[in-house]
């Protein structure tokens, strides 16, 4: 069955991009040694052609692993034999940047940083960022409704997409490609795509607004004694009158220790001894303005802690290491291959005692695991990394995600802040979400997939 699928891909797509075997095997794996085992990987270059491949796969009962940077951190793009990895990444093209819109309409395969750039030379920008910028595609970040630095003031990804385009599990096409904030027109479909993870349909084309790009930034990185101080020392931040708060990064302790040490980074006075650190950025259009604000910040800081320390970039190649100590979380896993990771969100006015909790829960299963945390603090999501090389046990694996995810649905918060819930996450979401949305899920599954060949075992079991 899949010798008559591979010649028939090949035949509507040509030779050249329809890889399989050797040329499969040279590809980049990505985050997940598993993203490549199906080992068959088709390439189409516009919406018509993934169209053709799903209705061809459809037609031989053949399932679909829709692919962008393979940057996912929960298995959301894991193949196996059998199946047929459809990737975007000839679909790379900004098809238009309308400056005066302010809105950009892509092909799903353009990495985030493109866009960036292809924005910068309009002065705007996504209003979305994430560290793996440079391979995350857009198409993949709609699907995981990624978040990033600037959640807290422009939303997440489903608060960027105006419109977008999808090949439907039985090769229809779903278009819905407005470039307006303002649209009452019936249902908003869109929003079931977002965040679906290819199992409802494969994103092709997205249309996404646009920010004006500050002129100048500034960046500044404070050691504090608390959560408490470092949450007051965001709300101070974001009443400053001078420019705008665009990230405010937490590091706990061993985190940034770690992160320092591969970064052989270290600056006279700022010892790296306070229990959270702080990383905040400014934009505005001067950049004088902007540290002289920092200044003032940190005068107000230290008036209320005084045992607070704080370093402000002072070039834009101090500013990029001090970024550097945030993005680095490979040096994370160079230290503890493959660590146990978890992403959450909780609510701010929460998030110490549900720290507090975490931490004593976790040294009671075992005082060896010691996460690394860090974060965007400012909207309350938490990524949580174990002290472990490899993948827990069972029965421990199930006791840590106890502690973690035992009361989250109580306070409000999510098992899964922006990483999605891929096939790692799948029995977290069944343990924590009400049955009534797991029900309607399910409904909806089964309407638009009913064969189960779209991203089967992400987000829902295979059956």
């Not at 770690?258 to 700022?270: D, I, R």
């Not at 918060?413 to 799948?426: M, N, Q, T």
């Amino acid at each position: 069955m899949l010798t008559k699928l591979t010649g028939a891909l090949r035949t509507a797509l040509g030779c050249a991009h329809v890889r399989s075997g050797a040329d499969v095997q040279a590809m980049d794996v990505g985050w997940h040694p598993d993203n490549l085992g199906a080992g068959l990987v088709a390439l189409p270059a516009n919406t018509a052609e993934v169209a053709e491949v799903v209705r061809l796969c459809r037609e031989h009962g053949v399932a679909i692993v829709p692919q962008g940077g393979r940057t996912g951190l929960v298995g959301g793009s894991i193949s196996h034999v059998g199946e047929v990895i459809v990737s975007l990444a000839r679909m790379s093209h900004i098809e238009c940047l309308d400056a005066v819109s302010r809105i950009a309409v892509v092909q799903g395969g353009v990495t985030l940083e493109s866009l960036q750039g292809a924005a910068a030379a309009e002065g705007l920008e996504p209003g979305i960022d994430i560290p793996s910028r440079g391979s995350a595609t857009i198409a993949g970040m709609v699907s995981t409704n990624a978040g990033g630095i600037m959640a807290f003031r422009n939303g997440v990804m489903r608060h960027r997409v105006l419109g977008l385009e999808a090949v439907l599990a039985d090769g229809s096409v779903y278009s819905d490609l407005t470039r307006v904030v303002k649209n009452s027109a019936g249902y908003d479909l869109k929003h079931l795509f977002i965040g679906a993870e290819g199992s409802l349909g494969l994103v092709t084309r997205v249309v996404l607004k646009l920010d004006p790009l500050p002129q100048a930034s500034a960046t500044a990185l404070l050691g504090l004694p608390s959560v408490q101080a470092a949450l007051e020392t965001i709300r101070w931040a974001m009443s400053i009158e001078t420019g705008h708060l665009r990230a405010a990064e937490a590091m706990w302790q061993r985190f940034i220790q770690l992160t320092a040490k591969a970064q052989h980074w270290s600056e006279p006075g700022m010892a790296l001894d306070q229990p959270i650190f702080l990383l905040m950025s400014l934009g505005g259009a001067h950049e004088q303005p902007l540290r002289d604000a920092f200044e003032t910040l940190f005068g107000q800081v230290l008036e209320h802690y005084p045992d607070a320390t704080g370093i402000i970039a002072s070039s834009a190649r101090q500013e990029r290491d001090l970024w550097r100590l945030r993005e680095d979380t490979d040096a994370l896993y160079r230290v503890h291959p493959a660590a146990p990771s978890y992403d959450v969100s909780v609510p701010l006015s929460s998030l110490a005692d549900y720290l507090d909790k975490v931490l004593a829960g976790l040294a009671r299963i075992d005082s060896a695991l010691q996460p690394y945390v860090f974060g965007h603090l400012a909207d309350g999501n938490l990524h949580i990394i174990l002290s472990r090389a490899g993948a827990l046990a069972p029965d421990m694996a199930a006791r840590v995600e106890s502690v973690l995810y035992g009361t989250l649905q109580a306070l409000g918060g999510s098992f899964s802040a922006e990483h999605g819930v891929g096939s790692k996450r799948i029995g977290a979401m069944f343990d924590t979400l009400d049955p009534g949305k797991l029900a309607t899920m399910k409904t909806i599954k089964n309407m638009l997939d009913p064969d189960r060949l779209m991203n089967p075992g992400k987000v829902l079991p295979a059956s």
